[in-house]
């Protein structure tokens, strides 16, 4: 009885979130709305007794991720926002792609069999630590090139275009 | 005369109404509720138990143990606010003694410490002043969005071996976590209040708090190799053999990941020498200038509030938590005033540097701090692999160097003693005793 009611203080939040970051319009708001449905999907962890994943949940997603996003969002001018409107023929790819990776989520959802039972260790940063070095070594190094790529693309952009010229000449540029 | 006439205002809705209640048999409340403080005190103690045994006796076996928790986390909360409380009137004590001024010295009896007892009241009767342009749901969520996570890091920091509210696995990561939920409020404020100080601010909070939040972790990784428990508790638990036992003098590297790990929580803490998120000598104050009343006390309270926060996780980890420099003297009172130490030499920081420049606050961190924290972090797990039975020599070395980094710690604490005091005595010498008699607080 408690643990649904907790349930639903955490789980119907991140269905409001989910639709008002659709539904509103300004981008900023959407930022925020996006982290509210982090920190609720965070909290749905807690509940579940993964401690460690709502903790890394909330210190990655919303003291990281978003931060960046809101700090991207809040250098972009406020009358950019209208004219990312999609044009008529983009709606329809648009709806026909969302519409077939709902169908897939919703189809992978109702195909699996769900098993109900204690997490194993549920509260041991170790046993992840050690599962994530030895049986997923693979996926975890290619995440982290990926990371790495990421980051290069990130730095090859925001070069200056130009070498920067030093006033007087002097060794070192300050910005 | 016209002029002493008071204006005849038509008062409407029921805050006004409370506050005119309040301004005129307020000040009869307030005597009678003092003159007897300590039945009321007395009074509510009885109350409180018999409801607390009633419903654990008669309505539900599950209750008391909610109950308890609710006494805890308002215990907890309580304890934030008076450190805020505290610290706010210490922050002005300290500037004016480094300043050769006396600050507060009116309000309450003893060198003004109800001074921030009186801003406080007088910070509830101001306007709540909302710009008309402000995004107005994000504006009035900000305030609650930087204080309750502050708040909420106390729910797992640990005051004693046992003194704790929730003992969890991942404690220090929980803690630090909503600390970074902390910086999304001042965001809000800064971009909610559509003003520019607010948004420079904000933008200024935003990268420096990201960037800083990477060496603070990294040199609490070293803490935490050296122990290999994320747990808060088991991190105390392992200074427990006296000041020789203490992390910080484990080994060179610890040693130095404290300092690191203190200028970086100055930073996330938005404190001077890294204030550029407030600095008022460019910002106004940067991303709270359109807050009035309430809601800029409720970001004041999280600035002090998570100041004590980064100052016990520094204290947990480094400086031996809850335990004594002598073994098997352990008490939360140590954990307290090693933590109000912390704050202090923040304080002390804030009034004797100078604010540095944005770009220099971003090269400080990105060029010197984090690979500084990132060699820390691989030496110190190296002397982990070292420093075990299966190297002998390796191990008397590690012993020497433990015992030098003590006595150097020693040797630091003595120098601030004699320090401090002898420049007291000399103070004192030059111009004596700084409160005259006259003064109403002396």
Known sequence: MLEKAIFLLFAVPTVVAGVAILLSKNIVRMAFWLIAMLIAVGGLYFLMGAYFLGVIQIMVYVGGVAVLLVFGVMLTSRQLAPKLRPGPMETVWLAAVSMALLLGLVLSVAQVRWVQGPIASPNSPAEIGHSVMGDFLGPFELASVLLLVAMLGAAYLARPKVPVQSPEGSKETTI | ?442
């Open chain 2, 1 to 442: 005369m016209l002029v002493l006439e008071r204006p005849k205002v038509e008062y409407r809705g029921w805050s006004l109404t409370i506050v005119r209640l309040a301004t005129k048999w307020g000040p009869w409340a307030l005597a009678l509720l003092l003159r007897f403080a300590w039945v009321i005190f007395f009074a509510v103690l009885v109350v409180l138990t018999a409801f607390v045994w009633i419903v654990g006796r008669f309505i539900n076996p599950l209750l008391p143990w909610f109950l308890r928790d609710i006494v805890v986390v308002v215990g907890l909360l309580a304890f934030a606010c008076i450190v805020a409380i505290i610290g706010i009137w210490a922050e002005r004590k300290v500037s004016a003694r480094i300043q050769s001024r006396l600050g507060p010295m009116r309000s309450g009896a003893w060198h003004g410490w109800a001074q921030s007892l009186a801003d406080g009241l007088k910070f509830v009767q101001k306007e709540d002043l909302i710009p008309h342009s402000a995004d107005q749901p994000l504006f009035r969520l900000a305030p609650y969005v930087t204080l309750v996570p502050a708040f909420c890091a106390y729910l797992a920091i640990p005051f004693g071996a046992s003194w704790v509210f929730r003992d969890s696995d991942v404690g220090l990561l929980f803690v630090l976590a909503l600390l970074a939920i902390e910086v999304l409020g001042v965001i809000m404020a800064g971009w909610a209040s559509n003003s520019k100080w607010s948004l420079y601010g904000a933008m200024r909070a935003a990268c420096q708090l990201v960037s800083y939040e990477i060496p603070m972790g990294l040199s609490l990784l070293v803490g935490v190799a050296a122990v290999g428990s994320l747990s808060l508790i088991d991190l105390g638990r392992a200074q427990e053999r006296g000041w020789f036992s203490w992390l910080i003098f484990q080994d060179p590297f610890l040693f130095v990941a404290f300092f690191t790990y203190y200028i970086a929580s100055l930073a996330s803490c938005k404190r001077s020498p890294f204030d550029l998120p407030e600095g008022e000598s460019e910002l106004v104050a940067g991303f709270h200038t359109e807050y009035s009343g309430f809601r800029f006390v409720m970001f004041f309270f999280a600035e002090y509030v998570a100041m004590f926060a980064v100052s016990a996780l520094a204290t947990i980890i480094f400086l031996g938590g809850w335990n004594a420099p002598v073994a098997g003297w352990s008490s939360p009172w140590w954990f307290v005033i090693k933590s109000a130490f912390l704050v202090w030499v923040q304080m002390w920081f804030r009034w004797t540097l100078p604010r540095i420049r944005i770009d220099q606050v971003m090269h400080a961190c990105v060029k010197y701090l984090l690979p500084l924290t990132l060699l820390l972090f691989l030496g110190g797990s190296a002397w982990q692999l070292y420093d075990n039975p299966a190297h002998p020599a390796f191990t008397v070395f590690a012993n020497i160097v433990r015992a030098v980094l003590g006595l150097i710690g020693l040797g630091l604490v003595g120098l601030y003693v004699f320090g401090a005091g002898y420049g007291y005595y000399y103070r004192q010498r030059l111009v004596g005793s700084m409160v005259r008699k006259h003064l109403p607080g002396a």
